[in-house]
């Protein structure tokens, strides 16, 4: 028998279940197969912090620098979107990662603009405005 949301969430402590509070709006990326439910959950560090949990094993697991194997809030924020909206989960495996482009060369990065240009302007067009627009917002940070 897997297990539910609560009866994982049983087990934390209080402390945590008060520091999860309000962090649900931060349980990103929420993808679910069959009894894994994955998700990216924004932290105090940049990048967001990757958190998993089997209910069919009871076993979870968060990159967070939380004590290894504890229940830390991202676990918990984690399971209370699983218990208050299931619906939000995505079925079917987690997106893949994203090509690692620090590697690409410009060469590289200039013949998949050609290709996307070709075959998906659109998403070349908006990507040229969304990046003017946070170039202009960058400056006005400096004022
Ligand atoms: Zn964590």
Do not use: I
């Amino acid at each position: 028998m897997p297990h539910t949301p609560a009866e994982l969430m049983a087990q934390a402590s209080e402390k945590v279940k008060e520091r999860a509070q309000g962090l649900q709006k931060s349980v990103k990326h929420r993808s679910r197969e069959g009894n894994l439910l994955r998700a990216r959950v924004q932290g105090s560090e940049s990048a967001p912090y990757r958190v998993w949990v089997s209910l069919e094993k009871g076993e979870w697991a968060c990159s967070c620098p939380d004590e290894y194997n504890a229940l830390c809030k991202h676990v918990y924020a984690l399971l209370l979107t699983a218990q208050t909206a299931p619906e939000s989960f995505v079925e079917g495996p987690a997106p893949r990662r994203l090509p690692n482009v620090s590697r690409w060369t410009d060469g590289d990065v200039e013949r998949l603009l050609e290709r996307l240009l070709e075959q998906h302007r659109p998403v070349v067009t908006d990507w040229a405005r969304v990046v003017a627009e946070d170039r202009f917002m960058d400056e006005d940070d400096w004022m």
